[in-house]
């Protein structure tokens, strides 16, 4: 069933190290794993088999261990019960996985899938051919290889189990038709993990699928190139940019590396600015040098082209240490310091050897000026003339600084953050713009919202004027809170704004009430099912928080949350600390349920916040002052503009008469209360207009509000005040009254 040889290699993919190896054994992986049922360890034996998928999705992808353990913590728990056929598949499953990635060194490679062998019984060994494959650089996996190995092995599991389950004559297509195979993966079930989808079909047909797992990288190098190499563009990033690569061959007699120059560079500020980090730059970090042991590190950084962290204590330690066994020796080598210090040193320690990576930017403060720089090489560890220890990395700086001052505040808020090394990536297309590296895409003026237009107006039946004002009071301060009775149109203009300015995609609603709480709202630990019957507990977002991951990841796009009711909850419980960001967006904090290695949590300007507020529950004057301070209000009361003329417009463009109108403006006209006058909305329904609809709806929708406003009030008869005779006999001589004339009237506008 094979359309490729095991031995065959055509070319060096984008010329990159160990190529040809990784690429060999990919595609047996393919053709004989995958489709065969074979194994990459033992070619006698049979282990990608139904049995064993099963087996795996059992205990391990219908089994999550979704605790704080390291992933071979869990794993050594998940398998424990596990057959050594299953163990095997797992560690060739595994070694598809880490294969192709530039993050780790062959070595380490080899000792994480190693350490997944030594479960089977009798004993797997690695052939020498696969560890040799292992030492390929091929692609940086980022963020996703390095959290989500638990997701990315769950999806090579479920679309093993899915692709051996495919008729002979389907699989016979996909293993010659790259597009076939490409479908196939897309639609397989399992977890999402874009970048382990595209992975995989890189090593399944390598000549066709660059190494370039970030989709943004991908159309950002097709756009940029199409229109020189591409005379019909297929409208199919995958097709477009392998075509682009045959032509660029074929011109520079051989593969060539996008990722560097001349080629990174006419893609990514050509045609290439991308929203989110690349492959090759996917982080971004902040490291502290101006006093360390009260030396300013940072000019002999620049002087020999690195980047320090301080490890007084640490002993040796190779750059691919694993998570646990830093520590452990954190712990060990820091145990006078307090448990805060530690859990800080392992973090910082964590970061700098393996989150940060060759292509990350630098950024530094020294003597009120900022510098950037980027890595270019792997960390190490060294012992100072003076004893003491310190991990290394080499950086190229750039020749240019800025003041700290002149730094936007989201940077500059950022760089104030406590800790030697601190996460920069939400920040990296800001960074990159300072560093000329890219153009400024998003306008200096503020958020990228559109103005108000006559289309909007006409949907709401208010003036264009008004909804401009609610625009430009977001655009100024992204909170904004419409207030009044019920019945004014307060939450449908919020969600029709909300549209408007953002998109259904990027709009969530909520609604408070008494019993709504922080967990509900931003993030909270839940029960979840671990498996074997065990129920523990996991930290889950919610409408906030996905919001707000969401805007990180296009801050160019504006998003919406719009909270009903916004009143009826206890917004200081349900905010917490929260609330602090509502009025210092560029400002960061630590949250409630933050691990010790989690960044400080940012606001993004881009998500705007609309609330709505019933006032006859509660009165404006009430409202808590610092509410107040960090929300604009704007009233929407049924006898002022401009939700006094929302009803005409309404009734003149069904094609319904006045009255509704002229009844509505005669009731409130009796009542002084502005907070209980009666909306629009309840006319504005088909069934108003029906036979009997209007004495209907007064009767039960509108009656009964006044009897609430009037109630323990035995002076007045809701009923004989309010009914919609009563309210009829009274429009009624006012109109008699403006037909039969006023001769006072008449004098004086002669006079006039």
Not at 374 to 389: F, I
Not at 429 to 435: A, F, K, N, P, V
Request: aromatic share 10%; hydrophobic share 40%.
């Amino acid at each position: 069933m094979s359309a490729n040889s095991d031995e065959k290699v055509e070319y060096v993919s984008m010329n990159r190290p160990g190529a040809p190896e990784v690429e060999r054994i990919g595609r047996r992986l393919i053709d004989h794993c995958l489709a065969g049922g074979g194994s990459l360890f033992t070619p006698e034996r049979r282990v990608w088999t139904t049995a064993n998928l099963n087996e795996l999705k059992r205990v391990f992808v219908d089994a999550p261990d979704a605790s704080a353990d390291d992933f071979f913590v869990k794993l050594d728990q998940q398998l424990a019960d596990a057959s050594s056929g299953a163990i095997q598949l797992f560690a060739e499953l595994f070694t598809l996985n880490v294969l192709p990635l530039y993050d780790y060194r062959g070595a380490t490679k080899i000792s994480h899938v190693e350490r997944v062998l030594a479960k089977c019984s009798p004993a797997v060994a690695l052939p020498d051919d696969v560890a040799d494959a292992m030492g390929g650089r091929i692609f940086r996996g980022g963020r996703a290889f390095m959290s989500r190995r638990w997701a990315q092995i769950g999806f090579l599991i479920e679309f093993a189990r899915h692709f051996q389950g495919l008729p002979e004559s389907e699989l016979d297509a996909a293993l010659v038709d790259p597009l076939i195979f490409r479908e196939i993966v897309r639609g397989a079930p399992g977890p999402r993990e874009p970048a382990q989808r595209q992975a995989l079909l890189y090593l399944a047909f390598p000549r066709f699928f660059l190494p370039i797992v970030s989709a943004n990288d991908r159309r950002a190098i097709r756009d940029a190139f199409a229109s020189e190499y591409l005379d019909h563009p297929a409208d199919d990033v995958d097709v477009d940019l392998h075509d682009i690569n045959e032509a660029v061959m074929a011109e520079q007699g051989g593969p060539v590396d996008y990722y560097k120059p001349p080629w990174k560079e006419r893609w990514q500020l050509e045609g290439g600015t991308t929203a989110t980090p690349s492959d090759e730059v996917s982080h971004a970090w902040k490291v502290y040098g101006s006093n360390v042991a009260g030396e300013d590190m940072v000019p002999i950084w620049r002087t020999k082209g690195t980047v320090s962290l301080a490890a007084k204590f640490l002993r040796p330690v190779d750059p691919d240490v694993g998570r646990e066994e830093l520590r452990g020796f954190v712990e060990e080598d820091y145990r006078s310091s307090g448990y805060a210090v530690r859990q800080e040193k392992f973090d910082e320690f964590y970061s700098f050897l393996a989150r940060m990576h060759p292509g990350d930017l630098i950024v530094t403060v020294s003597q009120g000026s900022v510098y950037f720089g980027t890595v270019t090489g792997d960390a190490e560890y060294v012992r100072s003339s003076d004893g003491r220890s310190n991990l290394r990395r080499p950086v190229k700086w750039e020749f240019r600084s800025l003041r700290s001052s002149d730094l936007p505040l989201e940077i500059a808020s950022r760089l104030t953050t406590q800790g030697d090394v601190v996460d920069l990536t939400g920040q990296i297309d800001s960074i990159r713009e300072l560093m000329g590296q890219r153009r400024q895409v998003v306008p200096a003026a503020g958020l990228n919202m559109p103005d108000a237009d006559d289309q909007l107006a006409a949907r709401l039946h208010v003036p264009r004027e008004w909804l401009q004002e609610c625009v430009e009071l977001l655009r100024d301060r992204p909170q904004l809170i419409f207030y009044g009775p019920p019945g004014t149109g307060k939450t449908f203009i919020a969600k029709e704004l909300a549209r408007h300015l953002a998109g259904e995609s990027n709009v969530k609603l909520v609604q408070f009430h008494p019993a709504y709480s922080y967990e509900d709202f931003f993030e909270g630990y839940r029960p979840a099912q671990h498996g074997a019957g065990q129920v523990g507990f996991e930290l889950r977002p919610g409408p906030l928080r996905t919001l707000v991951d969401r805007a990180v990841e296009n801050p160019d796009a504006v998003y919406v949350l719009v909270i009903d009711e916004i009143n009826r909850g206890n917004l200081a419980k349900i905010f917490g600390e929260l609330y602090f960001l509502l009025e210092y967006r560029n400002e960061s904090i630590d949250l409630l349920y933050g691990s010790g290695d989690s960044e400080p949590f940012m606001l993004p300007r881009n998500v705007i916040v609309i609330g709505t507020m019933n006032t006859a529950d509660r009165s404006i004057a009430l409202v808590d002052a610092a509410m107040r301070r960090r929300f604009a209000f704007l009233p929407l009361h049924p006898s002022e503009e401009p939700t006094s003329g929302i009803l005409r417009s309404w009734l003149h463009n069904h094609g319904h008469p006045m009255e509704a109108a002229d009844l509505l403006d005669e009731l409130n006209a009796l009542i002084d209360d502005e907070d209980f006058k009666i909306g629009p909305s309840y006319f504005m329904r088909p069934a108003v207009f029906a036979p009997h609809g209007l004495e209907r709806a007064w009767k039960y929708n509108i009656l009964p509000l006044l009897e609430e406003f009037h109630y323990g009030d035995r002076e007045i008869d809701v009923t004989a005040t309010y009914g919609l005779e009563a309210v009829r006999k009274l429009l009624a001589a006012k109109a008699s009254s403006t037909i039969g004339g006023a001769p006072g009237d008449a004098a004086d506008t002669d006079a006039g």
